[in-house]
């Protein structure tokens, strides 16, 4: 089920206030019962290859703890198969097969069948966790978990089972064991990040969706300046999308004394590439750093290995979004970002010194957020768009820019820009986004969430009102689906 | 714990009261269809797309019918082609708004080709009907006053314009009445109309001709429709007119549509009237909907047809 759909919202009441009047004892089934019913809303057939994926952990977590030698790598072999398996067959089989028949040019009848089948939800966050595990018990961090149970609530707890936050068993295993208590202050602190999230999903997110969808589905019918609007707006809109999903999950969790970590910290506040990867969906990028860029060598070797294997990892960070050259080229794009700011970094340092801006701080650190913020909206066209093509025209599009501006400005024809939703609604989204970063700014500046704990109930609680005033009477709920749970 | 849930459960009944008094202000202005599912079960309706909704005022059928149909009160349950072209998901909606203990009633279903066709080249596949995923199919109450259900899962415009609708009264175009009737009042100079008609008339031929395909599954739910009209009232199928240009691509789509429809208006022994080869004497917004003064001489003319169908005892049970 959805976060932002009426079943939740019963859903979550109830399997929190049953978690608390249990005995500790019978905790961890009820959380797993009620994750079960949570997948399960989806397809629920589905549940029996997360099972699947469970056994094989759980049994390969024991063996490698208690085995010596290659038998241990042999069980871990065994887990990262399954997990990559089950992600090849259902994520990845068809664009594999898609591009053999293209690539051999192969008629209807001499291709290669395609699997009709759904991508089972959530399939790259639980593999990802789960294998996140066994890894541990491998290099010896973390023991094997004997609690079959509890294991297997550890890569199905329902907060976090679709779309994250990705996480790791020293985080998470022993909370599970540990007996929890209701707290006030948890309970607060996690509907607040509820109803941060709420809003951020669902009158943000969700209403920008509304203007990107058409523009994204159908380029040809919007001019250039309609177009990067369009990215602005995507790169909000995905910001806020994936966030919200993080912030409802990690107050949901909250709620019954969970602490999941975080996964955003304000990634367009990003003074360059690598940053911006420290700020965005950071328990997949730390998952990469770790699991793969180190095992590669990381920056261990030397530096033309070293650019390898970082633009290898971006490949593959891109290819797990999804199964379609936009999100290989948008991991691509990251990759030759990261690797251009590495090369370029010396020469950078000097144009600053000369230019002055070094002594400028508050200048240069806008110039370098705002082109990290460029650099980052031109990549999520790619992530975005249905198609290469599209993309390529979309990046195309955005040079007759200064001449659609110049046209309009002089004719005042504003009608060209064709927008796919009310002007008014446009503004209303500029609105929305500079409310979003002023919150983030004053974050900075006034650590918002601790003055607002410190205000009188009356201004707390008008403000939660209000709160869940805004998200009914400006929210969208069509049944937008969180971005993030295609992945 | 006990303390937090009597806050929470407070704060909840003052945030659920005032979003039932912000979903009160909703009425005809809200949207084209909101109306229609507030409104208790029915005993008589008028079915079919957009000419229907446009098309067929049910104050106009109640007050010429009364004598033969006493205390008359016609709801007007037409949505759009896309909405409720004749199929499972029409049929389950019509189920839902159908008062059954209803046995008098009077039931007015509008048909033209488009309503019994699918755009997919899998006309008769039910789970590629574009109804599928719109608000009569995604709605699960269609009688509830205010419809929360409603206003949150197919309200595109934020809930706050029901609030900005009471303090200044938009100038709409269209109104949906009380009684599920649209009116739509647009300018009707000759050759704005015309303008409107040829975008119109170059919309269906470039958008929808190639792609529609006859479905014998939508066929098959009309009849449906018809048996489960049956035993609650008078049916009477009917071809609404539409401009000359409209008619020839309907003509394209499906030749034998007004033979397809006598069949099965024979087979039920209802009555199927057709006016069609009236079309000249109504005016039309844009070549495919009804205006609405020609709305009015059309209703009538419908209630005529009834009336002297009845004296020539059209219908037998």
Same mark, same amino acid.
């Given at each position: ?487 | ?131 599928? *995923?719109?608000?009569? =199919?995604?709605?699960? /109450?269609? $009688?509830?006053?205010? %419809?929360?259900? +409603?206003?949150?899962? !197919? @309200? ?110 024979? *087979?039920?022994?209802? =009555?199927?009237?057709? /006016?069609? $080869?009236?079309?000249? %004497?109504?005016? +039309?917004?844009?070549? !495919? @909907? ?28």
């Amino acid at each position: 089920m959805l976060f932002n759909s009426f079943e939740f919202l019963l859903f979550f009441p109830i399997v929190t206030i049953l978690y608390f009047l249990l005995p500790h004892k019978f905790r961890w089934f009820h959380l797993l019962a009620a994750s079960c019913i949570f997948y399960m809303y989806f397809v629920p057939v589905y549940i029996l290859i997360l099972f699947f994926t469970i056994i094989i952990d759980y049994i390969a977590g024991i063996v490698i703890e208690n085995a010596q030698g290659a038998k241990r790598k042999w069980y871990l072999i065994i887990s990262l198969g399954a997990n990559i398996g089950v992600l090849a067959i259902f994520k990845y089989y068809n664009f594999f097969i898609d591009n053999i028949n293209d690539f051999f040019n192969l008629t209807s009848e001499a291709s290669l069948p395609l699997l009709t089948i759904l991508l089972p939800i959530g399939l790259s966050f639980h593999t990802f966790q789960a294998m996140s595990y066994t890894i541990e018990v491998y290099r010896g961090n973390h023991p094997a978990e004997r609690h079959f149970g509890i294991y297997s609530l550890y890569v199905m707890f329902y907060p976090q089972l679709v779309a994250g936050p990705i996480e790791r068993p020293q985080n998470v295993l022993h909370q599970f064991h540990e007996r929890k208590y209701f707290d006030y202050h948890n309970a607060v602190w996690g509907l607040r990040l509820i109803l941060w999230g709420m809003f951020k999903k669902v009158v943000i997110a969700d209403r920008l969706s509304l203007f990107t969808n058409p523009v994204f589905n159908d380029p040809q019918d919007y001019p250039g300046t309609t177009i990067l609007i369009a990215a602005i707006f995507f790169a909000f809109q995905i910001f806020c999308d994936f966030s919200g999903y993080s912030d409802i999950a990690l107050g949901t969790a909250r709620v019954m004394g969970f602490h999941l970590m975080t996964n955003f910290n304000k990634p367009y506040h990003a003074r360059s590439i690598s940053e911006f990867w420290k700020r965005w969906h950071i328990s997949l990028s730390t998952w990469f750093k770790d699991y793969l860029y180190i095992s590669l060598g990381g920056n261990r070797v030397t530096l033309p290995r070293a650019y390898f294997n970082l633009f290898l990892v971006f490949i593959i960070s891109g290819f797990w979004h999804g199964a379609n050259w936009t999100f290989i080229i948008w991991g691509a794009l990251h990759g030759f970002y990261s690797i251009f700011a590495l090369v370029t970094k010396d020469t950078r340092n000097r144009i600053n010194k000369a230019l002055g801006l070094s002594k400028v701080q508050w200048l240069d650190n806008t110039l370098n957020v705002l082109i990290v913020f460029a650099l980052v909206t031109i990549s999520w066209i790619f992530f975005r768009a249905n198609n290469v093509q599209d993309a390529f025209y979309m990046i195309q599009k955005l040079r007759s820019i200064p001449g659609e501006l110049v046209h309009m400005l002089s004719t005042r024809q504003f009608a060209q820009l064709n927008f796919p939703v009310y002007t008014p609604y446009v503004l209303l989204n500029f609105a929305l986004i500079a409310f979003l970063e002023l919150s983030h700014v004053l974050q900075i500046k006034y650590d918002l969430a601790d003055k607002f704990s410190e205000r009188p109930g009356y201004f707390r609680w008008s403000a939660y009102f209000l709160g869940v005033l805004a998200i009914f009477l400006i929210g969208v709920f069509e049944k937008q689906q969180f971005i993030y749970f295609q992945f | 714990m006990k303390r937090f849930l009597f806050k929470s459960s407070l704060f909840l009944f003052l945030v659920f009261t005032s979003f039932l008094y912000i979903s009160s202000l909703a009425d005809g202005n809200t949207d084209p269809f909101y109306l229609r599912f507030t409104s208790p079960k029915q005993t008589s309706l008028i079915l079919g797309t957009s000419r229907a909704a446009q098309g067929i005022q049910p104050a106009v059928l109640d007050a010429k019918l009364d004598e033969i149909y006493p205390e008359l009160k016609t709801y007007n349950f037409s949505f759009t082609v896309v909405h409720s072209p004749y199929g499972p998901v029409y049929y389950q909606a019509i189920n839902k708004k159908l008062d059954k203990d209803t046995k008098n009633g009077l039931f007015i279903l509008a048909v033209d080709p488009w309503a019994i066709s699918t755009k997919s080249e899998q006309p008769d596949d039910t789970t590629r009907f574009l109804e599928n *995923e719109l608000s009569l =199919a995604t709605t699960h /109450f269609y $009688n509830l006053n205010p %419809n929360l259900e +409603y206003l949150l899962e !197919n @309200h595109n415009t934020p809930l706050a314009s029901l609030i900005f609708n009471k303090i200044a009264e938009p100038e709409n175009q269209m109104i949906l009445k009380d009684n599920g009737w649209l009116e739509v009042s647009i300018p009707m100079k000759s050759s704005v109309v015309e303008e409107r008609t040829l975008e119109k008339v170059e919309e269906y031929k470039k958008n929808m001709l190639p792609y529609y395909k006859f479905s014998a599954v939508r066929l098959q739910y009309l009849a449906k429709t018809i048996n489960l009209l049956r035993n609650h009232g008078d049916i009477y199928l009917v071809r609404l007119p539409v401009d000359d240009r409209m008619y020839a691509l309907e003509q394209k789509l499906m030749p034998e549509f007004d033979t397809l429809l006598n069949k099965l208006a024979v *087979e039920n022994n209802i =009555a199927y009237i057709n /006016f069609i $080869n009236s079309r000249k %004497n109504y005016r +039309y917004t844009d070549g !495919n @909907h009804i205006e609405k003064d020609s709305g009015t001489r059309l209703t009538a003319d419908i209630a005529s047809a009834i009336r002297k169908g009845k004296q020539y005892s059209f219908h037998k049970k």
